[in-house]
Every structure is written in structure tokens, then in C-alpha cells.
């Protein structure tokens, strides 16, 4: 099997060469670059299987590149590495379609393991076969364009999450999931401050999608347990 591609964009070159050395030992196969322009020109040649983002870069800011590469890719991984690291600078970069975020400075070890969950997430996703437009109860939804044409045809923008937590629970029809397995499986219990979040998620997919949020046909809750999607 070969090796995952890692590309680092990073402009510090002693960070960003222990970087790529520790991950190498690792097993991974890595890439630096240290100017968003060039990292940009390098990503759409494709073949990378993880990006490891610095913010402050020249060429190109990183928020830039992610924008940029978030038009033409969403499924890339992305962990974001910044000193810029409150909590409005984290969730800017998660919304922009970051999957993690991670502040300078770091311990090598939790880079590491979060590599780990990247690269694992990103095979578990590939693994899970889905529909490429979304049916259920008169509602579509195009994971290409962030689109959803609800069932009393309301044409509706949804974000890279909810279409990531809507492939996935479509996936799973009839199976209940707990928030843990959500956040896991998906981004990661760091990328949001608290496990609620997926309740607004699911409030928001009701409002949208069910004739009566109150009395929902798809979209359950079970307190206590988790969720369960219904076709």
C-alpha cells in the first residue's frame, strides 16, 4: 500500500522541516512548501492525501488558498497550523472548511495523533458509499454545489458540514449514531466546543427538510442515545 501524501505549506523553515521529518518517521510520504502561491500551483496537481496549513504565509494567505481549494475540492483534508489561535481565528478557518485546527505552539505528539485521525477519517469517509445527489422525502440535495432543493421546492445554500453530516447519516438509514461517532468519525471532538453543536445541526435539518419539524419523519432524536435518519 502506498504511503499517504502530505503536504505542508509552511513558511518557517525549521518548523517546517521538523515537520516533515517526524512524519516521514511516521511512514508518511511529505512535501514542504513554503509560499501559498506555490503550495496553491502544487495542490491543484492533486495526488495529496492530507494538507498541514500554515495562515501567515506569503504568496498567498492561507485563508486565501483554503477558499481557493474549497471551490474546486471538498474532500481534501485540511488541518490548519497557526499562532493565530482564538477561538474567532478557529472558527473562521472551520468554517471556511477546515477539518482541524491547531495552535503554535503545539506539542509534536498531538500534531501526530491528529495527523492520525485525518488520515484515518479520510479512508473511513472513502469507504462509505453514498448516493451522488441526496433523496429523501421529496428533498435533493447536490453535494457538488451545496445546494438543496427542499420538498415544497424551496432552493436552499447549506454548508460543507451539513452536506458532510447528511451523506453520512444517510448512509447509516435506520442505524442510530451517537454525537461521539458524529464528531469522531466526521471532524473531530476539537472542531466544535461542545457535542450540542450536532443538535443544532439537526434542529436546522428539520426545519428545512420535514413538513412538521415538530413531528419529524427523518431526522430523530433519542435522548440520551443519539440520532437516527429515516428515507
Known amino acids: 500500500m502506498t504511503p499517504p501524501w502530505i503536504l505542508i505549506i509552511e513558511d ?17 510520504q511529505t512535501e ?11 495542490l491543484q496537481q492533486g495526488g495529496i492525501d492530507l494538507l498541514l496549513l500554515d495562515l501567515m504565509l506569503p504568496g498567498m494567505a492561507g485563508l486565501e488558498l483554503l477558499k481557493k481549494l474549497r471551490a474546486v475540492d471538498t474532500e481534501l483534508p485540511v488541518l490548519i497550523l497557526s499562532a493565530r489561535a482564538e477561538d474567532e481565528d478557529r472558527i473562521k478557518g472551520l468554517s471556511l472548511g477546515a477539518d482541524d485546527y491547531l495552535g503554535k505552539p503545539f506539542h509534536l505528539e498531538e500534531l501526530l495523533l491528529r495527523v492520525r485521525v ?15 445527489e441526496l433523496r429523501f422525502g421529496g428533498n435533493r440535495v447536490d453535494p457538488t454545489t451545496y445546494e438543496a432543493l427542499t420538498y415544497n421546492e424551496e432552493k436552499v445554500p447549506l454548508t460543507r458540514r451539513e452536506v458532510s453530516l447528511l451523506q453520512y447519516l444517510m448512509a447509516r438509514p435506520g442505524k442510530v449514531v451517537s454525537r461521539k461517532e458524529i464528531l469522531d468519525d466526521l471532524w473531530g471532538r476539537d472542531a466544535y466546543p461542545s457535542p450540542r453543536t450536532i443538535d443544532n ?21 433519542l435522548r440520551g442515545v443519539g440520532y437516527r435518519f429515516e428515507p
Open 118 to 132: 485525518q488520515i484515518r477519517r479520510a479512508k473511513h469517509i472513502q469507504g462509505v458509499q453514498v448516493p451522488a
Open 12 to 28: 518557517e523553515p525549521f518548523l517546517g522541516e521538523l515537520i516533515a521529518e517526524n512524519l516521514r518517521r511516521e511512514g508518511y
Open 32 to 42: 514542504l512548501i513554503p509560499d501559498g502561491a506555490q503550495g496553491w500551483e502544487r
Open 201 to 221: 445541526f439537526i434542529a436546522r435539518f428539520r426545519k428545512l427538510f420535514e413538513e412538521d419539524p415538530r413531528k419529524p419523519k427523518h431526522f430523530h432524536t
